[in-house]
């Protein structure tokens, strides 16, 4: 008997742990994705990933196929091989970043067609050139191409995006090729519940592997990315792992957990270490911040990084204001390090059966520390 | 009987092979000592400098005395602690900075008179300022303030500025505290040689540690540079250590090493990283060079580096392009490692007696490099 994708390993109200199984291996869920859009986590290496505890990471699709143009990637041996990271890699499918970056876009039935935002050249993505690319890349989950319509857009427009990306969802599935990798459907339907519903539950009856929900968290108010997420988890399918694109800092990741969600990506612990902002369980402190100048602690006193065994908040603090390159990148290390420590125990909570109890304490640590930040 | 500062352990013509003592450490010479200026070797943690084989790293008194000034790194223990570099430090006193760098500035028989390059706020550096600067900073070598005076100075102002340097040594000497400090003078003159070779005897009768050749290698020609190198070599003790200041690149410590000096330092390897510039036993290659897009070997297949290890020139290459931190730092890494494995093989090359054959060899792959790159 073929082993189960994913396993869900224990519930605690609506949050949910499992295992998700790929092709280089098993992730632990709830998990914080790092991001390394462009085939590299900005200023890590793989080494000091995994020494992080990353299990996964996310990379970009739309990007890779710009520069270095998946060619070469493939010659490479696949993007493993071309970034050096033996681990599972997601990449998303472009649509979001087309939707964001490039000029010049225009979608319609048969997909985008957009200006590169590197030199202005004209291409065209659809659901099946899409699957082809990932492919190609050979990451270990590829998401599907889809219609973001974020909030804002009214109800004509979101019902065609979420419509669309239910077509799309159909056609990418239909032109899959190797069996190594994992599709994830992606839920659409901007703020509009009944959208979201109807998206999730019609996506939710082509079996996908995972589904993902996606056009939130990109400027809304949290409380409809919220409530969506909510929505969209309760209509999914309890054996398939969910993805919550674009989240986020600590406290959105716990309260999409705790909505039922198990995966998460964001540029959030790697853009803050390049502002100068280190994550702690107690809140992010600015080390721009004048009183870091002569504070001789660690970032986090607690925290086990190699950032926090060897460098001072005056050290880092000083490298920052002398534009030093080692400071966003012993700072990623350790933001890194704290959201993973974040989902990690999360899950430890889950399996527990104090998840409610354990997340009040971190949401109320992490709220002291932004009165002291 | 108290055991010498330097040791020299073997000569091979003027090439030499010795063991220097500092309060942090031995170093072996030849050595090459990476650039901290701002107290952090671009992009590179202390691990790896260590794991590169760093046995001395430079920092600088003039940019640490604007930021974050002395009184900050005193507080967190000193340098070593504030940067958390277990090893030896040599700090340079300032004197080519506040020539180089600040504005406004004079030089009279006091001192420099100079207005800060961060903020325009005026400074005044003595002799004697300048050498309770490092004793603050903690430095196991710290650099007597010079009177800079370059090639293309007239011969007057050549001579006044080694004669300066000369009264400045004296008041340096005799301003020292700290017992666990090693002050190197510097020997000035520009590119005239009855010049340089007084200044280096002088120098010479007051019995310092050790001794740098200043005011070379900032652009005058290469020639110059090398005949004074061989000319205060020749004038300056055979039981002290001599540092040429600011080389450099491979073939010029190669060059410098042959005429008779022991210690060098260049920020050429991490600039170089930082635009793509990867130096090799066979040249330096332009990782930015199309024809690295589709290169899958590691920069340098003989090198045992973990960027060697790991990366490929196609993934730097578009780690370059796609303006990705990561390239700097590791081919940073790569080309320290470099510059270190050189002075090394210098160093047991010298103790084999075969320096001369053995650098040829060198600089004939060298050559053959920089036709291929």
Redesign the interface.
Known sequence: MKTATFTLEATDGDARAGVLRTAHGEIPTPIFMPVGT???V??????ELESAGARIILANAY?LYL??GAD?IE??GGLHA???WPQPILTDSGGFQVFSLASLGTVDDEGYHFASHLDGTRHTFTPESVVALQEKLGSDIAMVLDDVAPAGVDERRAREAAQRTLEWAQRAAAARRRTDQLAFAIVQGSTFEELRRENARALAELDFPGYAIGGLWVGEAKNHSLAMTRIVCDELPADKPRYVMGVGTPEDMLACIARGADMFDCVYPTRCARHALALTMRGRLNLRNARF??D?APIDPSCQC?TCA???R??L???F??N???A???VSLHNIWMMLRLSEAARAAIQAGRFETWSEGVLASLGAAGREG
Chains 1, 2 share one sequence.
């Open positions: 462009q085939a590299s900005k200023g890590l290496t793989p080494d990007h520069r270095p070469i010659a490479a071309f970034m050096s100048a002569t001789f190699p060897r460098f001072s005056a050290y603090s000083h490298c204001r002398a030093e390159m080692l966003p990148r012993v």
